[in-house]
């Protein structure tokens, strides 16, 4: 395994409401992507798995832990410095739309960011440009459509040309084929392993739907009520899967092929029912086969050996 690219140490977000109080949005995560791997994080909305992206990409700052990009804490990097930590982590949003100013034509929002950063000349950015739509399967014919005439898979596939046009160290993509209609996702998906294969490019990718985020991990991080309760080659998924979440989700899964014709349906976390704020183990509600112990004590997250982590007395 190469050296990590990016590493989160003991990270963890707090939130404050005048309501509530105190909201630990992530709670001490510990993770790290190396060069030409395609990290998955995966968990229901509101387990904070965004969080971690907005905290990566320097939109939140952190409360506690280290970040560190290339052995570099970028947590404590000043403001007026971003411009050097973004050229080389570029981040794909869920919807493509607000990335774009409406106003912009597609050959103008991929010429910006090779001439801002300096990689290539404004007299040689057009030319980028057209390579560029090439290489993520779409006709340079684009260049002069502005947002409102492309489709909605057309304009992903320019954010992510965009994206690798800055030849990142890592690139973020949060939720970033969810909004996509069944069949292009799954073209999509089939472009960013390509790409990856290509270039040699440096993913981690955040989903709620572990088909999807299977299809395209290596390896697979299982996250609930902000901490990370499973980890795991995404090959071995299957068949070692031990945390109750985690074999709950692998119930909804099915082929990325037959999607139409099923539907998964995930609970969305609550203050009343996630565990933010109770004792013990924050999947105790949930949990089949919870235990006195899980209402007291907290476990914690035990490497079992061939990159296979579990956060759970019952596998103990």
Do not use: W
Request: charged fraction near 30%; aromatic fraction near 8%; glycine fraction near 6%.
């Amino acid at each position: 395994m190469k050296e990590p690219i990016l590493e989160l140490s003991h990270v963890s977000k707090t939130f404050y409401s005048s309501k509530t109080g105190e909201i630990p949005a992530v709670s001490d995560v510990d993770l790290d992507v190396s060069e030409g791997e395609c990290v998955g994080i995966v968990g229901e909305s509101g387990c904070g798995k965004s969080t971690i992206a907005r905290m990566i990409t320097r939109i939140t700052d952190v409360t506690e832990g280290k970040i560190l990009l290339e052995g570099q804490d970028i947590t404590k990097v000043e403001e007026r410095d971003l411009k050097k930590i973004y050229k080389k982590i570029q981040m794909v949003f869920q919807d493509p739309y607000s990335v774009f100013s409406p106003r912009m034509q597609v050959g103008t929002f991929l010429e910006e960011g090779l001439v801002f950063f300096g990689i290539s000349s404004r007299s040689q950015a057009r030319k980028e440009a057209e390579t560029l739509l090439h290489m993520v399967e779409l006709s340079p014919e684009l260049l002069d459509r502005f947002p409102h005439e492309l489709s909605g898979g057309q304009l992903q596939r320019v954010v992510i040309g965009r994206a690798i046009s800055m030849e990142p160290r890592l690139i973020i993509l949060d939720e970033a084929t969810s909004a996509l209609d069944v069949s292009v996702q799954k073209q999509v998906l089939k472009l960013l392993v390509k790409l990856q294969k290509r270039l040699g490019l440096t993913y981690l990718f955040i989903g709620h739907d572990l088909a999807v985020v299977r299809s395209i991990s290596h390896r697979i991080v299982i996250m609930y009520a902000g901490i990370v309760v499973e980890e795991i080659q995404s090959e071995r998924i299957e068949q070692a899967a031990a945390h109750p979440y985690t074999r709950k989700l692998l119930e909804s899964v099915f082929s990325v092929h037959d999607r139409e014709k099923k539907k998964i349906v995930l609970e969305t976390l609550t203050m009343q029912d996630s565990g933010y704020e109770r004792q013990g183990c924050p999947y105790q509600k949930r949990c089949p086969f919870v235990y006195d112990r899980c209402k007291t004590e907290k476990p914690d997250l035990v490497d079992y050996g061939n990159g296979h982590k579990v956060r759970c007395f019952y596998f103990e």
